[in-house]
Nanobody, 117 residues
Framework: QVQLVESGGGLVQAGGSLRLSCVVSASIFRFDVLGWYRQAPGKQRELVATITGGGITNYAESAKGRFTISRDNAKNTVALQMNSLKPEDTAVYYC???????????WGQGTQVTVSS
C-alpha cells in the first residue's frame, strides 16, 4: 500500500521558520489532493492546508499569510513552508493523501514541530 513519510520537523523559536516535506511511495496524479494536518496534545487533528493537482490551495485561518503548501508531482512530494511560527503551532504534523474515488485517505506517521516562546 502507498506510504507517506514526513520530514523537516524540529524545535524552533517563535518567529522562525521550518519547511516540512512529505514523500509519497507511489505516483501522485492531478486529481489527488494532498494536505497537511496537525494535532496538538489533547486536541483533535485539524486541517492546516490542502492543495489540488491544479494548484488550488485551502488554508486554515490560522495558517493564512504564514504557511505555504506546494507539490511536485514528478517527485511525488508535498511541502509546507511555515514562517512566523508561533508557540500555538506546536503539534505533530501529518501528511495526507486523498485519492479521488477512494474511501480512505492515506496518512503519514507525523513529524513533531515545537515552537518555543
Amino acid at each position: 500500500q502507498v506510504q507517506l513519510v514526513e520530514s523537516g520537523g524540529g524545535l524552533v523559536q517563535a518567529g522562525g521558520s521550518l519547511r516540512l516535506s512529505c514523500v509519497v511511495s507511489a505516483s501522485i496524479f492531478r486529481f489527488d489532493v494532498l494536505g497537511w494536518y496537525r494535532q496538538a496534545p489533547g486536541k483533535q487533528r485539524e486541517l492546516v492546508a490542502t492543495i489540488t493537482g491544479g494548484g488550488i490551495t485551502n488554508y486554515a485561518e490560522s495558517a493564512k499569510g504564514r504557511f505555504t503548501i506546494s507539490r511536485d508531482n514528478a517527485k511525488n512530494t508535498v511541502a509546507l513552508q511555515m514562517n512566523s511560527l508561533k508557540p500555538e503551532d506546536t503539534a505533530v504534523y501529518y501528511c495526507n493523501l486523498h485519492k479521488l474515488g477512494r474511501a480512505n485517505d492515506v496518512w503519514g506517521q507525523g513529524t513533531q514541530v515545537t515552537v518555543s516562546s
